[in-house]
């Protein structure tokens, strides 16, 4: 890719977060804000939002930090799903803001099949305006527990969040979500 037109997608990119930034948390019938931010799919590659729904609809599961027991049965709850939403033609990801090298480690341990986005410069947590904070333990601008089903227009289809990181989604919702994009 040359540098024009990569100047042009990083302006896309800068232009979709700061539209979304100033209208709040992201909704269905919203454009989701185009990315590109490294992935651990074993190794650790690239992956934009725009390439990933050339192949159909794309589950975005945000959660908050990886090796965390909540985040682990989240993660191992998709991946005990997966052949379902491969039925649908859709991909997910989970997205938190863990390095990819960590990601890679936590995908490991679970045994998960599926690729993770790592969001460390916190990018896409406040694109879709999901940033929450543990104070007390000294941890800020991690992500909400939320979901987002984007089809392949790049419109939010489905979107979930929740203000209790302990609180996982609804996943027959999502997958009916991800079927229905």
């Not at 074993?42 to 939002?49: H, I, N, P, R, T």
């Not at 725009?50 to 709850?77: D, I, K, Q, R, Y």
């Not at 997205?95 to 916190?122: H, I, Y």
Request: with cysteine.
């Amino acid at each position: 890719m040359g540098r024009e037109s990569l100047n042009g997608q990083r302006a896309d990119q800068w232009t979709d977060l700061c539209r979304a930034l100033s209208r709040g948390m992201i909704e269905p019938g919203d454009a989701a804000p185009e990315f590109t931010a490294p992935l651990a799919n074993g190794d650790v590659s690239e992956l934009s939002l725009a390439s990933a729904v050339e192949e159909g609809p794309v589950v975005l599961a945000f959660f908050p930090g990886a090796f965390t027991s909540v985040c682990s049965h989240e993660m191992e709850a998709f991946d005990d799903r997966l052949s379902a939403f491969d039925d649908a033609g859709a991909t997910v990801y989970g997205v938190s803001v863990d390095t990819p090298f960590a990601q890679n480690a936590f995908r490991e341990e679970l045994g998960l099949d599926f690729a993770l986005v790592s969001d460390t410069n916190r990018e896409l947590v406040d694109a879709y305006d999901i940033s929450m904070d543990f104070a007390g333990l000294g941890v800020h601008n991690l992500a909400k527990r939320s979901v987002f089903v984007v089809d392949a227009d790049r419109e939010v289809t489905y979107a979930w969040v929740s203000e209790d990181p302990g609180v996982e989604p609804d996943y027959d919702a999502v997958l009916e979500a991800a079927d229905a994009a």
